[in-house]
């Protein structure tokens, strides 16, 4: 039996046979009507595409990675999950790999990408941006997401908005003796959204005070370990109001507190990211929301199209705006 070429397919799709080429390279520059006759063609001649030899040609391997920094938080899986939608629907495969937020695994999982000859790289960076003059040279494309950057193309959320709205809803429900809970200074997203706090307390005037603590992971028991330390101050210098730099750390201190203060009474506590977890929580967690799944998606398109393109390549940097969920954990605090 003759095996089924691309022709083929293209005559019984009634399409050239370059519509159907971009149908299986180039998906987004196919209409809707088009896909779905050379989608129906391939279906019923059970066309295979001849991957090996489609690598060959274009001297590209159709697979991106994606080095995350923690996969053990389900924020950098649900990043991940964006990014995989946004590689499966282009036609590639997403590898991804983490660096267990180490900066000796982040360059040892981009030594492996860069070997096997990707034809780019997603990276979240750990504590902060590798050397990615390597993969470059290699002419490996890369985007950073989560991280904003003048040199790649680069996907981001405005996280001093975050820690301001974070900040001032504490202060709106009457809180003026207030904690910020981060990961270490040298962390971009850390050092915005303290500074971003920070800017709340200032325009709250004489009365709001702000104390900071910064530990080197941000995790669960990060977050017991720092609900215990509230709970051994004296009743009059506990803080009244916690921003957490991620949800993990809220969950955690608020499993500590609850049993001891009342939340949101005593204590009322805002999260970030908003994770599944948040909004499940026996009191349901305050967070600022981040649009995770988007962020992951959009920066594999940023990271293909940058792959794909023919003229000369320009950086694109996008910010998106995060949103406060206002829940049990702060709400009716007063």
């Known amino acids: 039996m003759a095996q089924t070429r691309l022709s083929d397919v293209a005559r019984l799709a009634g399409v050239s046979t370059g519509s159907v080429s971009n149908f ?14 050379v989608g129906d063609a391939i279906e019923r001649l059970g066309y295979v595409p001849n991957t090996t030899a489609r690598q060959l040609r274009r001297g590209q391997s159709e ?19 964006g990014a995989a939608q946004a ?17 000796s695994g982040q360059t040892q999982y981009l030594d492996v990408f860069e070997n096997r000859n990707l034809d780019g790289v997603l990276v979240t960076p750990a504590r902060t941006t590798p050397n990615l003059d390597k993969l470059r040279a290699n002419g490996t494309k890369v985007v950073l997401v989560d991280r904003e950057s003048d ?39 850390m050092r915005d959204r303290v500074r971003g706090a920070r800017a709340a307390v200032l325009a709250a005037g004489d009365g709001v005070t702000l104390v900071e603590e910064h530990r080197e992971t941000l995790s669960i028991d990060v977050g017991r370990t720092i609900g215990a330390e509230i709970l051994a101050l004296p009743p009059g210098e506990r803080p009244d109001g916690v921003v957490a730099a991620n949800d993990l750390v809220a969950l955690g201190m608020m499993q500590v507190l609850s ?16 994770i599944d977890f948040a909004a499940a929580s026996l009191i349901p967690l305050t967070t600022v929301r981040q649009p995770t799944r988007e962020l992951g998606y959009r920066g594999a398109r940023m990271l293909i199209a940058e792959i794909t393109e023919t003229g000369e390549h320009e950086h694109v940097h996008q910010v998106f705006q995060p949103e406060l969920v206002v829940r049990a954990s702060t709400l009716n605090a007063r």
């Open 63 to 81: 697979a991106i990675g994606f080095v995350i920094t923690d996969i053990s938080n389900p924020f950098f899986t649900t990043l991940a999950t």
């Open 151 to 189: 040199d790649y193309c680069s996907v981001s959320v405005d996280d001093v908005a975050g820690g301001l709205a974070a900040t001032k809803h504490l202060i709106d429900v009457g809180k003026r003796r207030l904690m910020f809970v981060g990961g270490e200074r040298r962390i971009q997203q």
């Open 87 to 103: 590689a499966r629907e282009a036609g590639y495969a997403l590898l991804l790999a983490t660096s267990a937020d180490d900066e």
């Open 24 to 37: 299986l390279n180039r998906p987004d520059r196919v209409n809707a009507e088009t896909a779905r006759r």
């Open 259 to 274: 049993g001891a203060m009342s939340i949101p009474g005593e204590i009322a506590i805002v999260g970030y990211d908003d």
